[in-house]
């Protein structure tokens, strides 16, 4: 149990992920609908309440990454349908039947495992092909010289296991470097030259799908049966300073806030936290705050200047961060106190703290930091922006 507001925690504004889902519509064909991607707690907003909000937008499938998301999703009456999108062991197959999942078919000899358990236990099993058209990371391999057409033939034919779709993910549709943008042609080339082989065959492909947000970003026109965002609903893309084709408003969900638990005044030659990295250059005023790196805030943000806000205005972060707390220069700020907000992703009197800032000088993605925020931090919900 997680008491509210104790220390540090995130908030979620879930009202705004109904403006982000039209956003996506807009750019978006009409036939095309949208595959949530809650996989990762929903990048730690928190996978069941995101599944709803999305659910309530009319998203009717959810993508996550194992069958434990997927369960976790069912157990808390998710009931549309769920794509796992990487791989389940074998010891697991039977929950797939249990709680009627999707299953990804990694590679043509997984798809016979999983053939085999299913004529065994003499039930159907539901899966997507994944194609791998250039990330080789899974799937059946479908490129130039290794196009692997007849495996796919071989998963659509079999008898217990019920290929429904098939999809495919981009691994640089976020550049617009030359090389890089020939290589994503590419990659669609290759996936319709699969569905095309498909449908000339005489096989129905499915449902299809090949997009992430950047493959929305950047290449909106395409026409498949689902996109699989899953940063943009979220209001956010991986790094703010890459250039997309489009010009979409996203509004980010998540704020990380924590208190301040103490305020002090430094002598001139005083040092802050471990390692004695700051040195007072004068009287300094200090504020200590409840989070630290354990939470999720990268510990790379010490010592480099890094600003957070209070009452609207920014302050720095001094000294090492240290695992549940850190410290700021509030020096300039009046009137700081104990119990005082702390923002370090959101908004505070018209001042912004993005993700993205904290990625950047963190030297990663928007979506690793999302993502580090940990299990300690209480996720509280908003329902209106
Ligand atoms: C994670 C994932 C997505 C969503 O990626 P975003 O960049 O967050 O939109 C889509 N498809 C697959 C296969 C994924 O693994």
Do not use: F, K
């Given at each position: 149990m997680l008491l509210s507001k104790s220390r540090a925690w995130a908030e979620i504004d879930l009202g705004r992920i109904a403006h982000n889902v039209e956003e996506v519509r807009k750019l978006i064909p009409k036939q095309s609908k949208i595959m949530g991607i809650v996989k990762a707690n929903a990048y730690g907003h928190g996978d069941v309440e995101c599944a709803r909000a999305l659910q309530a937008c009319g998203v009717d499938f959810f993508g996550v990454s194992s069958v434990d998301e997927a369960m976790h999703l069912r157990m808390n009456g998710i009931d549309s349908k769920i794509l796992i999108l990487g791989y389940t062991p074998p010891e697991h197959f039977s929950q797939l039947v249990k709680y009627d999942l999707i299953q990804t078919l990694v590679d043509l000899p997984y798809a016979k495992k999983l053939d085999a358990y299913a004529q065994a236990n003499d039930c159907v099993i539901q899966a997507h092909a994944k194609a791998d058209?250039?990330?080789?990371?899974?799937?059946?391999v479908v490129q130039d010289e290794t196009y692997h057409i007849e495996e796919l033939f071989a998963m659509y034919a079999m008898k217990h296991v019920h290929v429904c779709g098939i999809f495919s993910h981009f691994s640089v549709s976020d550049s617009q470097d030359e090389d890089d943008l020939r290589y994503t042609r590419h990659q669609i080339e290759l996936f319709d030259r699969v569905l095309a082989d498909l449908r000339a065959a005489g096989?129905?492909?499915?449902t299809t799908h090949l997009q992430n947000s950047y493959g929305i970003l950047n290449y909106p026109d395409l026409c498949y049966d689902y996109v699989r965002p899953g940063l943009l609903y979220m209001g956010v893309t991986s790094d703010d300073a890459i250039k997309i084709n489009t010009d979409p408003h996203f509004l980010p969900i998540l704020s990380l806030k924590a208190n301040v638990t103490m305020v002090k005044w430094l002598h001139e030659g005083d040092s802050v936290s471990y390692g004695r990295h700051f040195r007072a250059k004068r009287k300094t005023k200090v504020a200590t705050v409840s989070i630290g790196y354990a939470d999720g805030v990268p510990r790379e943000l010490s010592n480099q200047d890094f600003e957070v806000l209070l009452h609207g205005r920014r302050v720095k972060i001094i000294g090492n961060i240290c695992m549940d707390q850190m410290m700021l220069d509030v020096t300039e700020e009046d009137d700081v106190k104990e119990g005082d907000i702390v923002t370090l992703i959101g908004e505070d009197g018209g001042a912004i703290a993005s993700v993205d800032a904290m990625s950047r000088a963190s030297h990663t993605i928007n979506n690793e930091t999302l993502t580090r925020f940990s299990v300690r931090l209480p996720r509280i919900y908003k329902k209106q922006g």
């Open positions: 058209t250039g990330m080789n990371r899974i799937g059946v096989v129905d492909p499915g």
